[in-house]
């Protein structure tokens, strides 16, 4: 019984969750249309209604019915519209059934003004508030012109005095529906926003939680996190990773001289020059201050110290004279390979030890580190 449960909502609402919804609603109001047409054959019955008038205003809202349902089963009317559900399209066709029906119904007319606060109910959670108003204005300009005209047309069943009052009766209800529906409108628009806005908060902070603000790289936290996830899904095996420490050459007298806006502009720029020259697959981030270290997923020694010889050379090439008069930028760095996951502290040390030793070897060089042996400088 579930299997055919199941197999019956795919039929008529589909398996796209995003689009059932919209679907659920057309189906309701096409399953509406149905039960006031079964009505409205009673009403024929009764001799209340004309079998032929019955008949067209039967044909107009299941067709109307029909039309919307399919239209949303097939996924179209998000494509001809704005308006995903063709809420407002359905909601007009059926207040023009509404009125069509007032002006066949008869001594029972009194009721259809309820089926006009349903069709404004119903779009309550759909319309936007210009929508709801104009759907109201729309409501009740269509009933009350059917109000008037039969009123001076056929006073023998239409009785003036009666149409008068249900005249002000629809214009007091239609108005007090549409202000809540203006108002709920409005509160679902203000959600809206509000979620829109914790959406893009959501994001900034994130961001702000894995970049860099300054340089727009990784930030520390995200690069831990990144090597420790390539060490997790890469399991066992020589090399594993390579990882190189970099600190910019004499960026304090850089500071110094220029000041820190000068500093701040050389960062970005050396950022800017890292992402051209590393390869796809590597991550470089800011380490903290002037360092940065660059992660290399299953690259051994040698192939690091080329991706470091490849980013030294793209740095000399970069000019900085519009950040000052003939500077030039370097760097010293120190590369380690990783193991495993127990070896990423270590293999970081290493690295440092290693971009210390550069450092101490006369800068702007890159040292390898061979643990356990003595680190290695390789040639400027």
Partial sequence: MTTLVRLARAFLLGTDPRQTLRISQSLLALVVYAAFAVVQHVEVIAGLIDERDSWLLTAWNLSGGVAFYGLARAGLSQRISDDRTLMLAQSLWAMVGIAWSYAITGPARGGVMLIMLLVLNFGMFALRPQQARALAMAGFGLIGSVMIWKGLNDPAHYDPRVEALHFVFAGIVMASVATLSIRLGRLRERLH????????????????????????????????????????????????????????????????????????????????????????????????????????????????????????????????????????????????????????????????????????????????????????????
Avoid at 205 to 215: H, V
Avoid at 250 to 266: E, L, M, P, Q, W
Avoid at 310 to 318: F, N, P, V
Wanted: glycine share 6%.
């Fill in 193 to 380: 926003r509000q979620r829109s806005e914790l959406a893009q908060a959501l994001q900034r902070i994130q961001a702000l939680a894995t970049c860099d603000e300054l340089t727009g790289l990784t930030n520390r936290r995200a690069a831990m996190e990144r090597m420790q996830q390539e060490l997790a899904v890469r399991g066992r095996g020589a090399p594993l990773m390579s990882v190189a420490l970099i600190d910019l050459d004499h960026f304090k007298r850089i500071n110094d001289s220029h000041g820190h806006a000068a500093g701040d502009a050389v960062l970005r720029r050396f950022a800017d020059c890292a992402r051209d020259a590393v390869r796809v697959g590597d991550t470089m981030s800011r380490w903290g201050g002037e360092e940065f270290l660059l992660v290399m997923p299953a690259t051994a020694t040698a192939e690091a110290m080329a991706t470091m010889a490849r980013l030294r050379e793209r740095l000399r090439q970069q000019r900085f004279e519009e950040i000052a008069p003939e500077m030039a930028v370097s760097f010293s760095a120190g590369v380690a390979e990783c193991m495993g996951p127990a070896d990423l502290e270590a293999a970081i040390e290493r690295a440092d030890g290693a971009m210390y030793a550069a450092k101490n070897g006369g800068r702007d060089r890159v040292v390898a580190a061979a643990a356990p042996h003595p680190p290695r400088v390789v040639a400027a």
